[in-house]
């Protein structure tokens, strides 16, 4: 068999999704007839509820706590008002026009300054408080989850298609039955409309796309074990036993990092790019879950990750990296910086916004995440975990503005893909792009370093101790 017929058999085999026979065959089979567009919707607006109530009881208590009646209280006081809040938004949105002129200017900002507002009165309330002090913990905790997809929810409003809509439909997203993180995956209603499945064919499609996102998981994780044992030699990991306890013994960068006497230079820097395969196989395969999971529902939608590792550019493994969490940033910060302030100074603009987007929101993110920490108002603890990531936001936010002012320069160039030079240019970039991001991860890496220990490995990188 020729080298192409191999690359054939592989093609269709990894792209079956795409295989024409396959999808006439399932176009026609009954569940793809069955579930229409409405009946999918209906489905999810119906396991909306209990996704959003399993998600209070689960934020609320360990499950096995749940023997006393007063836990159960909690819960269930906090899921009315979660859903009132909800839909308090959605007849904002949906009269977004109407709204006074402060609030139309900054339609974000009322939600956050609720969850403040919340988090200062708990701070201020005694710990003995009982059952008000516990209901009042868990709205506060789960509030982050839905200010970022209310986000996408004001976002229509404002650009008026909320008018036409339905709440059930944005409840869908809201309290999501496919499970996802603070970032909402697949966006709002506006994205997942557009991305939409309205016909046999088109969900047969969808189906199998998702399907082949779910059997990636699978190949993820499977990869994610094979590294755990062939490579850092995890003890845990059951592979490592059936091939006789053999590895390479290579220790991951937070060890490394936290004593750097575990491993010489160049394991130190090959354990550095090995952490950013690792993450890169753990993002892609948790994605990949959701993502997968919204595809067989007839959602479309883009991949969560896409092929981050042959990003050229720092701008552009953002984008294949972390795609719904990049498009948050975007939508809510970069956006409208750019469209409102430094019109007149261009290169300015563009590092406002990039600086809005990659060093304030994501900073900002990352602080709503600690939501736990904060409710405890452990102030010490969060400095410790938060401190390095100022640094890394900076960094980044730095990394990606130098990343689009040179693209810009590029636009218009064409180059010849197929020379050695451009073969060897390419995989230049591509390295620099692995030692920037594996860099980065210095000063995110789950460590319990401060910032000085970072710096301080940070140069012992380079043989500066």
Same mark, same amino acid.
């Given at each position: 068999?020729?080298?192409?017929?191999?690359?054939?058999?592989?093609?269709?085999?990894?792209?079956?999704?795409?295989?024409?026979?396959?999808?006439?065959?399932?176009?026609?089979?009954?569940?793809?007839?069955?579930?229409?567009?409405?009946?999918?919707?209906?489905?999810?607006?119906?396991?909306?509820?209990?996704?959003?109530?399993?998600?209070?009881?689960?934020?609320?208590?360990?499950?096995?706590?749940?023997?006393?009646?007063?836990?159960?209280?909690?819960?269930?006081?906090?899921?009315?008002?979660?859903?009132?809040?909800?839909?308090?938004?959605?007849?904002?949105?949906?009269?977004?026009?109407?709204?006074?002129?402060?609030?139309?200017?900054?339609?974000h900002l009322p939600l956050h300054l609720l969850f403040w507002a919340a988090m200062t009165v708990l701070w201020l309330t005694p710990?003995?408080?009982?059952?008000?002090?516990?209901?009042?913990?868990?709205?506060?905790?789960?509030?982050?989850?839905?200010?970022?997809?209310?986000?996408?929810?004001?976002?229509?409003?404002?650009? &008026?298609?909320?008018?036409?809509?339905?709440?059930?439909?944005?409840?869908?997203?809201?309290?999501?039955?496919?499970?996802?993180?603070?970032?909402?995956?697949?966006? &709002?209603?506006?994205?997942?409309?557009?991305?939409?499945?309205?016909?046999?064919?088109?969900?047969?499609?969808?189906?199998?796309?998702?399907?082949?996102?779910?059997?990636?998981?699978?190949?993820?994780?499977?990869?994610?074990?094979?590294?755990?044992?062939?490579?850092?030699?995890?003890?845990?990991?059951?592979?490592?036993?059936?091939?006789?306890?053999?590895?390479?013994?290579?220790?991951?960068?937070?060890?490394?990092?936290?004593?750097?006497?575990?491993?010489?230079?160049?394991?130190?820097?090959?354990?550095?790019?090995?952490?950013?395969?690792?993450?890169?196989?753990?993002?892609?395969?948790?994605?990949?879950?959701?993502?997968?999971?919204?595809?067989l529902f007839g959602f479309n939608v883009f991949r969560n990750t896409y092929k981050p590792l042959l990003a050229e550019s720092t701008i552009d493994y953002w984008s294949r990296y972390y795609y719904y969490f990049k498009e948050l940033m975007f939508e809510l910060f970069f956006f409208p910086t750019y469209l409102r302030y430094f019109k007149a100074y261009p290169k300015f603009r563009m590092f406002a916004s990039v600086f809005a987007a990659a060093f304030v929101g994501n900073m900002y993110y990352h602080v709503l995440r600690e939501k736990n920490g904060l409710a405890a108002g452990q102030f010490r603890r969060l400095w410790r975990r938060l401190g390095p990531r100022i640094w890394y936001c900076l960094i980044f936010a730095l990394g990606i503005f130098i990343s689009m002012l040179h693209q810009q320069k590029r636009e218009g160039k064409t180059e010849t893909a197929n020379t050695a030079r451009e073969k060897l240019s390419k995989l230049g970039r591509i390295a620099w792009v692995w030692t920037y991001f594996g860099l980065l991860n210095v000063w995110s890496s789950a460590v319990s370093l401060p910032v000085a220990g970072r710096v301080r490995f940070f140069f012992s990188l380079f043989g500066l101790r």
């Open positions: 068999m020729t080298i192409k017929a191999c690359q054939s058999a592989f093609r269709s085999v990894s792209q079956f999704h795409e295989n024409e026979r396959l999808i006439g065959w399932l176009k026609s089979r009954p569940p793809v007839l069955y579930f229409t567009p409405e009946r999918r919707r209906s489905i999810l607006f119906f396991g909306a509820f209990a996704a959003g109530m399993i998600a209070l009881f689960h934020r609320n208590a360990p499950w096995k706590a749940y023997v006393d009646p007063e836990i159960w209280l909690v819960p269930l006081i906090n899921f009315p008002l979660f859903l009132g809040l909800i839909y308090l938004v959605y007849l904002a949105a949906k009269r977004f026009r109407k709204l006074p002129a402060a609030i139309r200017r900054r339609p710990s003995d408080a009982g059952l008000w002090r516990q209901a009042l913990v868990l709205f506060t905790v789960s509030l982050p989850y839905l200010l970022w997809r209310l986000g996408y929810l004001i976002l229509s409003g404002q650009r &008026g298609k909320a008018a036409a809509s339905r709440f059930r439909d944005h409840l869908i997203y809201l309290w999501p039955l496919w499970g996802g993180t603070n970032t909402p995956f697949g966006k &709002g209603l506006d994205y997942l409309s557009r991305c939409e499945a309205k016909t046999p064919e088109a969900y047969a499609r969808s189906v199998l796309a998702g399907t082949k996102l779910l059997l990636l998981v699978l190949l993820w994780e499977a990869a994610k074990l094979v590294m755990g044992a062939a490579i850092y030699g995890d003890p845990k990991n059951p592979l490592l036993s059936q091939w006789g306890g053999y590895s390479l013994a290579i220790p991951r960068l937070k060890y490394v990092a936290a004593d750097n006497s575990l491993a010489s230079l160049p394991v130190t820097w090959l354990s550095l790019y090995l952490e950013l395969i690792w993450e890169t196989l753990d993002v892609a395969a948790n994605g990949h879950g959701f993502i997968g999971g919204l595809r």
